[in-house]
């Protein structure tokens, strides 16, 4: 029988295992606490668990325990890792370092099928879901190797977090679960492309998170053009879901929207996005672009983000330009697993 992730069971999960096994439900929440409060990837490192116990543990399960195959620091901070997983797969993770704390920005995917074509995450398609104690995983190693807590993160590394649906759902569980890390859900955002059906089902949940959409052009043509998922499910699908999102947990929507020179930029292009999201109260995130090596698409000057900025406030519309962090270090999301996955072909 294939070894499981104990890592990636909720309270909840791991309480029932403990009642199949034939012990006091107590012990569930002993072992969530090692796993998740004192981030042990070592069945005997559980020194106040039976020792039969963790033998029938360690014959049925494993513990999530990425390794750093690389770490890029950039000269403001910013951290990006390389992390091999257990069956040899790679993912990427980033540390921001901010006024207010660290952000850790998780992968939920190894690989992406969404296929947008500004992204390098997607260029070699999906390889498999992360687990649960996976993407929690990440952020575990990341305090252990700076030895600094992580206050907030954001879902928005290698992979679409509403594709992968359930194991999200359980990450969110664990991760702002007071036994474990206790990280509050308004410090976290999931970003997502805009799988409508998935929105309405996260609406559902009436979480206290962010979300934060991947819109990045306010009609069908240039969207689709950017964004093959557009396809699926158009803008004006899209920006009801959000609505409905909006309405449903009381929460303000963020909007992506990566600036590409030329293509989305223009003046007209400002006035049909304000137009779009008018009335919803939403912020509009601008981003200048990473450089991605096979896309087509170059990033707007600075210039022309700041004129992008204005024209929207002007038009009533909350916008913002992100501070580009990393921009050293093979920024771009994916780029350095496919460096990677490019010198192992070579090998």
């Known amino acids: 029988m294939e070894k499981q992730c104990l890592s990636s069971y909720t309270l909840q999960?791991?309480?029932?295992?403990?009642?199949?096994?034939?012990?006091?439900t107590f012990r569930a929440k002993q072992i969530f606490h090692w796993l998740h409060q004192k981030l042990v990837v070592d069945f005997s490192a559980m020194t106040d668990?039976?020792?039969?116990?963790?033998?029938?543990?360690?014959?049925?399960?494993?513990?999530?325990?990425?390794?750093?195959?690389?770490k890029q620091q950039s000269k403001d901070g910013t951290v990006k890792y390389l992390f091999r997983l257990a069956d040899g797969n790679c993912i990427e993770t980033v540390l921001m370092r901010y006024h207010y704390g660290n952000t850790v920005c998780?992968?939920?995917?190894?690989?992406?099928?969404?296929?947008?074509?500004?992204?390098?995450?997607?260029?070699?398609?999906?390889?498999?879901?992360?687990?649960?104690?996976?993407?929690?995983?990440?952020?575990y190693a990341v305090q252990k190797d700076t030895g600094?807590?992580?206050?907030?993160?954001?879902?928005?590394?290698?992979?679409?977090?509403?594709?992968?649906?359930?194991?999200v759902m359980d990450f969110l569980e664990i991760i702002?679960?007071?036994?474990?890390?206790?990280?509050?859900?308004?410090?976290?955002?999931?970003?997502?492309?805009?799988v409508v059906p998935q929105i309405d089902r996260l609406a559902e949940k009436k979480l206290q998170l962010t979300l934060s959409v991947s819109l990045?052009?306010?009609?069908?043509?240039?969207?689709?053009?950017?964004?093959?998922?557009?396809?699926?499910?158009?803008?004006?699908?899209?920006?009801?879901?959000?609505?409905?999102?909006?309405?449903?947990?009381?929460?303000?929507?963020?909007?992506?929207?990566?600036?590409?020179?030329?293509?989305?930029?223009?003046?007209?292009?400002?006035?049909?996005?304000?137009n779009l999201i008018r009335g919803m109260g939403a912020h509009v995130n601008l981003i200048p672009i990473n450089p991605v090596d096979g896309s087509p698409y170059s990033a707007s000057d600075a210039e022309n983000v700041k004129r992008?900025?204005?024209?929207?406030?002007?038009?009533?519309?909350?916008?913002?330009?992100?501070?580009?962090?990393?921009?050293?270090?093979?920024?771009?999301c994916g780029q350095l697993r496919r460096e990677e996955a490019t010198k192992e072909d070579k090998a």
């Open 13 to 24: 999960q791991l309480t029932a295992l403990m009642k199949e096994l034939g012990q006091p």
């Open 49 to 70: 668990q039976p020792k039969a116990l963790l033998a029938k543990l360690e014959e049925r399960f494993y513990l999530a325990n990425p390794t750093i195959q690389r």
């Open 106 to 139: 998780v992968s939920t995917q190894v690989g992406c099928r969404m296929g947008c074509r500004f992204c390098a995450s997607t260029q070699a398609g999906r390889v498999r879901n992360l687990e649960a104690g996976e993407i929690a995983s990440e952020i």
């Open 148 to 167: 600094e807590r992580v206050s907030h993160i954001v879902l928005m590394g290698i992979g679409e977090p509403l594709d992968n649906f359930e194991n």
């Open 176 to 194: 702002s679960c007071a036994d474990g890390v206790n990280i509050g859900m308004r410090n976290i955002s999931l970003s997502t492309c805009g």
């Open 216 to 274: 990045h052009a306010p009609n069908n043509t240039m969207r689709s053009s950017m964004m093959p998922v557009n396809d699926a499910y158009s803008v004006e699908e899209l920006i009801d879901a959000c609505r409905r999102y909006q309405k449903t947990t009381g929460r303000r929507i963020s909007f992506e929207y990566s600036m590409v020179r030329g293509v989305n930029d223009t003046a007209e292009t400002a006035r049909q996005l304000a």
């Open 308 to 332: 992008f900025q204005s024209l929207l406030t002007q038009m009533g519309v909350n916008a913002t330009v992100r501070r580009r962090l990393g921009s050293d270090i093979s920024a771009a």
